[in-house]
């Protein structure tokens, strides 16, 4: 894909999922890709695989939601450069508002969206340099739908939204987009724990007739990373099977 080879990305949340499903994607197409997670061990999986297929790929062990462990996490890296960024990182702790525990939100937002705030402010100092950046944002449908049992989280990813479409006007001046990508009801172990009643049901809603695979989403990230999405920002692209339009 155009303009990846060489470039360097940083990928939160890149240990499972969505999340590994990109760096194998962008390591593919050539980028040189940090890969973040909150456990070093458990990057190792996926830095072996790299090696063995000469993949450039860097383990970045941090808390995304920690200011001092993510400005220490940028100075690592701000030697090189960094012209991209996924903002991927995030975790659920679902439950109905009126048995919601405090600390369950709290949680919620500091990972989720905290942390996005936490690592745009340092990436785009780096990107400043350069007058190039490429900044995207992991969302949801439920930010978008909302979903019950789910206030917390959808609040969250309706905050990055948000939080996209204001920083894009900030950047755009600056050589530097800002998109979200909106996963619907995607393969990965964060789905894989509801009940089979409920997948049933989410099933029978989605026009396509069937759940999206991470690949699916990590196609859409690479090209907004890419100069072929050079025109585009602010935006929300969803990658949900038509379940909600």
Do not use: H
């Not at 402010?121 to 400043?128: F, N, P, T």
């Not at 909302?146 to 001046?173: C, D, H, M």
């Not at 990230?221 to 602010?234: D, K, M, P, R, W």
């Amino acid at each position: 894909m155009r303009g990846l080879k060489g470039m360097r990305v940083l990928v939160t949340g890149a240990s499972r999922g969505i999340g590994i499903a990109i760096v194998r994607r962008l390591c593919m197409e050539g980028a040189v890709v940090y890969a973040n997670a909150r456990r070093g061990e458990s990057l190792i999986p996926l830095i072996e695989e790299g090696k063995e297929k000469n993949w450039r790929c860097i383990p970045l062990p941090f808390d995304v939601s920690k200011k001092d462990e993510v400005k220490e996490a940028f100075k690592k890296i701000k030697d090189e450069g960094l012209q991209g960024l996924v903002n991927n990182a995030g975790i659920r702790r679902d439950s109905l508002l009126m048995m919601m525990k405090e600390e369950d939100w709290d949680e919620i937002i500091e990972v989720n969206l905290k942390s996005v705030y936490l690592c745009c402010k340092e990436a785009v100092r780096l990107m400043m340099r350069g007058n190039y950046g490429r900044i995207v944002n992991v969302v949801s449908v439920a930010g978008e739908a909302g979903n019950p049992g789910q206030t917390n989280y959808a609040a969250s990813k309706g905050g990055i939204i948000a939080f996209t479409k204001s920083l894009a006007k900030e950047l755009a001046q600056k050589n530097i987009t800002v998109n979200a990508v909106s996963p619907g009801f995607i393969k990965t172990q964060m789905t894989e724990s509801l009940p089979e009643e409920i997948k049933r049901k989410i099933l029978e809603n989605i026009p396509l007739g069937r759940f999206g695979e991470p690949e699916d989403v990590a196609g859409v990230v690479a090209f907004l990373l890419s100069e072929e999405a050079s025109y585009i920002t602010g935006e929300v692209i969803k990658v949900n099977g038509g379940l909600y339009m």
